[in-house]
C-alpha cells in the first residue's frame, strides 16, 4: 500500500520536503495543506513587490508536488492516532511534516488594533499595505532587523513621508558595527527618511478606528496614518505545543528533524533543530536553511536511512537602504537590539555570536568589509556595497580555511585588504588548495 505524507505548510520547506519525498517514494501519496489562499510563492520577494521592483506574477513558485489543499488550516494534530483535522475532516498520515513557518510578533501598545496598523509576514499584508497607502501620506515604522527596513523603503517607494523610530541607539546593533549603522542611516536620510534614534512608541492615536498618529514615550506626536511593525518573529507552534510534542522557542527536533513524536518531522523557520557538533539547538529564519531543512526532512521521511542536518555556515544577501549587503558567519557585536523582542525575519541566530576574534574592515566609499579574524582563520565577515570578495569570503571561512599566512598582512593592510584577499584566494584556487 502506498505511504501516505501529509505536509503542513506551503512555503520553502513545505515544497522542498514534497520534492524530496517524491523523488524517494514515487509512489507514496503527498497531501500538503496551506492555510494561505495565495498558494506557492517566494516570500523574501514580497518585499520587492512592495517596492514595485517585482510584480505578483513573479513572485510565484511551482505548484508544487503532491496533493494542495491551498487556503485550508490545520486545525489539530493527534499523535497517538497519527491523524490531523482539517476543514473538520480527518486525515490520516504514515508520515507528517510540521512546516508551519513563522508570523510577526505583535505591537503591544494601545492603538495597535486600529485599521493602518501592519506588519509583512506574507503576499496578502503587502496587498493591505498597497490598498492602504493610496489613502495615506505619512508612515511610522518600528522594529529592527531587514524586514523593519524593507517597510521603510516600501513605505518611500510608494509616496509616503516616513518615520523611522529606533528603541536602539543606532541600526541593527547586535549585527552592525556602528560604522556600518551610520552608513545605513546615512543612505536612508539621503532617501528622506526621518529618523528617530532613542526613540519608543507609547500609543497609537485613532480617529474613526483607523490611525491617526502616533505618541512617543517623551510624549512627541508624529501625524501618520499608518505604521509598519517589525520587532521580530516568532515560530508558528501552537499546532505541536497542543499535540504535546516537545517545544522551546520552535518545535524542538533531533539532527535529523524529528520530533520526537512517531512518524512526525519538523522544519524551516518553525523547527528548532539540534546541532549535533555544538549539542545546540537553534533557530534560523532564513530562505536557505528552510530548503535544506525542507529537503532532508523529505528524505528522511521517505528514504530507508536517516541523514542528519549539519549546521552551514549562515549566509545571506540583503540590501539595507538599497546598499547589497552579505553576511557570512559570526559577526556579532556585544550590543543589545532593543527594536527586536525576537529574532527577525532573514536573520541567524548565529551570526549575533561573537567570536574571539579581532575585527578588521577597511572601505572607500560604501564599498565596505569586515572581517572577523581567528588566530588562522576568518571567522565571519560583512560585506557592503561591492560583492567582489563574497565568494572567496565564504569559501575562506565555510572550509575554514588557514590564513596564518596573510594573517599579518590582514591586520595592518587597511585598505589593500581586499587586495590581499583576493590574491590570497586565487593562489590557493590556481594551485588547487
Ligand atoms: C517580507 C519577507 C522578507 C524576507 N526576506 C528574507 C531574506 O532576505 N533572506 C532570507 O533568507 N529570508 C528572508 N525571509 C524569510 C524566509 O522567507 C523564511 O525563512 C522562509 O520563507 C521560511 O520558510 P518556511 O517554509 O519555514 O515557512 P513559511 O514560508 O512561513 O511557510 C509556512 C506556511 O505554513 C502555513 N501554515 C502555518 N500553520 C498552518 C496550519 N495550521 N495549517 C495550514 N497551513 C499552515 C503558512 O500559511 C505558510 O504558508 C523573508 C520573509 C519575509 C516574509
Redesign the pocket.
Known sequence: MARKYII????????AAAEAIHECDSDGEIVI????SHGFYS??G??YYLTRELSERQLSLCQGTGFCRIG????SVHPESHTII?DGKEFDYDMLLL????VAVPLTVPGADLKGVVK???LEDARNMIKMVRSARDAVVVGGG??AL?MVEGFMARGLKTHYLLRSNRYWPNVLDKEESEIVERRLKEHGVTLHPQTEIARIIGDKGRVAAIETKSGKRIKCQMVGVAVGVQP?IE?AKEAGLRTDKGILTDEFLRTGADGIFA????AQVLDAVSGKTSLD??????LV??RIAGRNMAGDSLTPFKKTLPY?I?RLAGITTTIIGAVGQNEKDNDLVTIS??DSESWRQIPDVLAVQTDYDVNHIRIMLGLHTIEGALLMGDQTLSRPLRELISERIDVTPIVESLRSSGGSMADTLIDFWMARSWTGG
Not at 72 to 75: I, L, P
Not at 99 to 102: E, I, P, Q, R, Y
Not at 285 to 290: D, K, Q, S
Open positions: 503542513v505548510g506551503t512555503g520553502a520547506a513545505g515544497l495543506f496551506g492555510d494561505d516570500r523574501p514580497v518585499a485550508v488550516k490545520v486545525t482539517a512546516a508551519t513557518g513563522s509583512l509576514d506574507n531587514i524586514i524593507e508558528r499546532l522544519a524551516g523557520d518553525a529564519t532564513l530562505w536557505g536553511t528552510a531543512h525542507g545571506n540583503m525575519r532573514g
